[in-house]
């Protein structure tokens, strides 16, 4: 079956304008969380969602970042007023939503922030 | 301040060996720890999960210990290959919470 997808691979934008992600998990999990990757490190946690809701935000940077996932399948990160630090990959993972489950990555979307 | 720390950022070994990566973690309680491969330009993908009850696990070439005394993870891939050059990321679970804690990566290459 198809893994999870993000769009855009690539996204170049200019400081201080807004942008969206989009990340479609594998159809039937209901756990959906977002991660930050710079280069040279580890995935770095932003947000979890259990089906709907966020049920954890703790990574997060600050109030710039938001994300939705409306009905429980499809998330869209938003970033606001973004800035040069904020260039990095974007990784989506899904999982089936219990703990200690495997989480299946998407491919990233490279975000530059010039 | 918590840390998760491998063992170095690149690793080189010739065909054949063994390659054995480190994982230690600092003022972290996994329930759990897995290890991801991650290519360059894609996403991390799952290889093994082990418990804080479990010794080791196996899967094929694959050898994971967890030792929650030492605060140490090691992963083993025997008769490496050149297709298992990547970059490897051991990643921790807590209790209770399901988003995982990842570690730098060791790069590794292996050479023919």
């Known amino acids: 079956g198809a893994g999870v997808s993000q769009t855009p691979s690539n996204k170049v934008t200019e400081k201080g304008k807004y942008v969206e992600l989009r990340c479609d998990p594998i159809?039937?999990?209901?756990?959906l969380y977002w991660y930050r990757q710079s280069l040279g490190q580890g995935p770095e946690f932003l947000i979890y969602f259990q089906g709907t809701g966020a049920a954890d935000d703790s990574g997060l940077p600050n109030d710039r970042f938001f994300a939705v996932r409306p009905e429980g399948s499809v998330s869209t990160l938003k970033i606001q007023r973004t800035e040069r630090g904020d260039s990095a990959v974007y990784l989506c993972?899904?999982?089936?939503?219990?703990?200690?489950?495997?989480?299946?990555f998407g491919p990233g979307t490279r975000l530059l922030v010039l | 301040s918590q840390k998760i720390e491998q063992n170095s950022e690149a690793l080189n070994i010739q065909e054949g060996k063994t390659a054995t990566l480190t994982c230690n973690y600092t003022?972290?309680?996994?329930?759990?720890l897995q290890w991801y491969r991650q290519d360059p330009g894609r996403g991390p993908v799952f290889l093994l999960l082990?418990?804080?009850?479990?010794k080791e696990k196996r899967k094929e070439r694959l050898k994971v210990t967890f030792d929650t005394t030492l605060k140490q993870s090691l992963f083993h891939i025997t008769a490496s290959q050149p297709a298992d050059s990547a970059t490897y990321l051991c990643?921790?679970?807590?209790?209770?919470?399901?988003?995982?804690?990842f570690g730098t990566g060791t790069r590794l290459t292996v050479i023919p």
């Open positions: 993972a899904s999982s089936h939503g219990g703990q200690q489950e495997t989480q299946y």
């Open positions: 990643a921790l679970g807590e209790t209770g919470a399901n988003n995982l804690f």
């Open positions: 003022n972290y309680s996994p329930a759990y």
């Open positions: 159809s039937g999990h209901t756990a």
């Open positions: 082990i418990r804080e009850n479990e």
